[in-house]
């Protein structure tokens, strides 16, 4: 994996209706004739885009490996329809004004489904830094109502993580050579970009710190981890590829978790999840019709109070985050909101909130592996104890997920899928309240994994 990234600017991301049947390359670096179509509109957008091509969007995928896991999703998951993935494209922009520009003219195409603006590289969701040294200060590892009862967990098989789960960190940079950390990479990770090096150590640390007489402990210390990043082997910033090469690597019940926020920058200029694209929602979609359980950061709303994502509503003008809504769309991905160290656990002030929120954990105050605001540098032994953001949150929930996926396998020789696995980790019966109860405070609840296990693994509630 490379350590270098070049910037990729505005991505204008385009979706040609599902009808049309176009051409699909696995480069980027060939015109695709089928816009020929449109004299017009190729024309003009020519002459924005310096004469650079349209190229597809997903390219660490053949079309041939892309249809047979739609054919196996759809197989899998009978309420599943998907669109066709091979009619999604990129433009690569230097400009902001002429991506805009350019979206606005392709949104009037008749050949067009949809074309918005993807920014370049979001910063991760972070707000900010015995036999493990600094276990006794995990206390999110704790009983509840603190934390959510890692500790219990170790005391039963698979509870460390141990066993055949796999998991996949999605977002743009990592510490290889931590001294605490143990995580595998692939030929489809892409590249990895130094100024988040000490986000992804730290991402890892809460889910994979090892078990040894350094540093902390994780969740799930013997987890198989890997990564994926959002910088892709081409150096352009694509998440839905990066979820797509992730897809290829996992199976049902594996975890994938998305320490990424989208900025909408053509309407509401605030912070979201990243399903708020797309492009992006149906790659998270197929994830879960393959059975695989998606972690997803709510993001930082960049205010003082977070963005409730009630209020979101897409190009449409519809609120596709509002389940009390008509247009409410449904990723199958856990959402993960942040909330204070302390009990009662309230919103943290800049995290996301609303009624597609499942979960919450520590947005603050965490002790992990690397340095939360600052470059560990070259040094393979740096710690924080206040990393925090919806990015500690997810991973904490990740964490829980793994644990629970882990211990239920070794107990009964087989997994459960996603929509379980967000009703096990969001349920008032198996988690502790915020402070104001998820009807007011919006963010759901913190898994506790004592219940999980006393009331529905170790119990045999669990529906296969």
Not at 102 to 129: F, G, Q, R, W
């Amino acid at each position: 994996m490379k350590s270098d990234t070049k910037d990729c600017n505005f991505g204008i991301i385009i979706k040609f209706r599902d009808s049309l049947h176009l051409a699909h390359s696995r480069t980027n670096e060939e015109s695709h004739s089928f816009l020929t179509r449109n004299d017009v509109c190729l024309q003009e957008l020519s002459e924005l885009t310096g004469g650079q091509a349209i190229n597809n969007l997903y390219t660490s995928l053949s079309s041939e490996r892309i249809t047979e896991l739609i054919s196996k999703a759809t197989k899998l998951d009978p309420a599943y329809h998907p669109p066709n993935f091979l009619n999604y494209y990129s433009v690569i922009c230097e400009d902001e004004g002429e991506a805009k520009k350019i979206v606005e003219i392709l949104n009037k195409d008749d050949m067009i489904e949809l074309a918005y603006i993807e920014t370049h590289s979001t910063c991760p969701p972070s707000a900010h830094e015995a036999a493990n040294p600094l276990r006794p200060y995990q206390e999110y590892l704790n009983p509840a109502p603190i934390g959510i009862d890692a500790n219990y967990a170790w005391g039963f098989c698979g509870g460390d993580g141990n066993g055949r789960v796999r998991f996949i960190d999605i977002e743009q940079g990592w510490m290889f050579d931590h001294e605490d950390i143990r995580v595998n990479q692939l030929r489809t990770t892409g590249l990895n970009h130094y100024q988040y090096r000490d986000h992804g150590a730290a991402v890892l640390g809460i889910i994979m710190m090892q078990d040894n007489c350094v540093g902390g402990i994780g969740i799930t210390p013997k987890a198989e981890g890997t990564v994926i990043s959002q910088w892709r082997p081409n150096g352009s910033f694509n998440t839905p590829d990066a979820i797509m090469a992730a897809i290829d690597h996992l199976s049902f019940g594996d975890v994938l978790l998305l320490e990424a926020q989208s900025f909408d920058i053509l309407h509401t200029e605030r912070v979201w999840p990243v399903e708020i694209l797309d492009a992006t929602f149906q790659a998270i979609r197929l994830a879960a019709a393959l059975g695989i359980v998606v972690v997803e950061a709510a993001g930082n709303g960049m205010n003082a109070v977070g963005n409730d994502l009630d209020l979101f509503v897409d190009n449409n003008s519809n609120n596709i985050l509002n389940r009390s809504s008509a247009y409410f769309k449904d990723s199958h991905a856990i959402v993960v909101a942040g909330a204070s160290s302390t009990v009662p656990h309230i919103k943290s002030k800049y995290s996301n909130f609303g009624s597609r929120i499942d979960c919450y954990a520590w947005g603050e105050n965490v002790v992990t592996a690397g340095l939360s605001s600052r470059s560990s540098g070259s040094s393979i032994n740096t710690y924080s104890t206040d990393f925090s953001g919806t990015s500690s949150a997810s991973a904490i929930i990740a964490g829980a997920a793994i644990a629970v996926q882990s211990m239920t396998e070794a107990k009964y020789d087989i997994r459960i899928g996603p929509i379980q696995m967000r009703k096990l980790l969001s349920s008032e019966i198996y988690g502790t309240n915020s402070a104001n109860g998820h009807r007011v405070d919006k963010i759901g609840v913190m898994p506790d994994l004592k219940k999980i296990i006393d009331l529905a693994i170790n119990a045999g509630l669990l529906t296969f």
